[in-house]
Every structure is written in C-alpha cells, then in structure tokens.
C-alpha cells in the first residue's frame, strides 16, 4: 500500500473528525503547494503553525523539503518528520493540549551540546541536525553531566 492509503488519508480523516483546521499537500496528484512543503500544515487558534512530514521507516528529507523547513522554523513555525500515525497523532494531541513541552514528549527530542559543533537537536538515538533558534525556544536542553 502507497504513504497516501496507510497515513496520509487516515490522519487527515482523523484531522477532520477531530474538527482541526489543516491544509494538506497532495502527493498523489500535481500540487499548487511550494515543493518540499510538509505533507500536513495544522492550524489551532493563537499558536505557530504545525507542520508534519511523514516518511517511512528509512525515509530521508529531500533537500527542498529541508529548505522549507529550515525557512518555515526560523519563523518559529514547528516541523516535524512522523514515522506512523500513532506518533503523528500523539503530536498533535500534545500540541493541542498545549502543554508546556508542546510535543517535545511525542517526539523525544532534546537539544544537546555536540562538543565544538555546538547544539544540536537529538532524537534519543542519533543526531538529526544543529539546533536553530526557533529549536532552542521549542526543545528542552539536556545536560549531560559527567
């Protein structure tokens, strides 16, 4: 079965259910959407924008898609890369509720210092990328003490 059927349909049918106000970009047809958009932008009264990009188990970001979310970040938007559609939908109840780690539990995130490279954003298995500024304002900071 294609992404589309098993988690780009569902989540937007649970979207739906769940009265949140989403834009999603079609994948299975030609999109008027900028290339490299994430798959699902959600909209909740008074807060920056969530956007999720799912992608399989093995799936990487193309570079357009890592532009586009560096850019949307840097404007204190939230991007996130979802690998199923338990972790997507914890996201956004965690998002939703607002709590005060808004998703940071969901995904498992942390920023952590990466010696002379500085911080970095770290998954709890493996370094995903340098920390931006809108990382720092998001993600909790662990420090690692010896």
Known sequence: MSEIATLHAPF????RMSGIEHIRARSDERSTIESGWPDFT????????????FKSAKGK???AQVAVRSRLEARGHR????RGF?????LVDAWRAGSDDDGRRATGCVIRRRGPDGDWLHDGAK?????????????KREEISK
């Open 42 to 53: 959600i909209l909740l009264p008074n807060r920056p924008a969530l956007m999720i990009e």
């Open 61 to 63: 970001e193309s570079p």
């Open 86 to 90: 338990d972790a997507a939908i914890a």
């Open 79 to 82: 991007c996130y890369v979802c």
């Open 12 to 15: 937007a049918a649970w979207l």
């Open 127 to 139: 370094w995903l990328r340098k920390a931006t500024i809108a990382d720092h304002a998001f993600y």
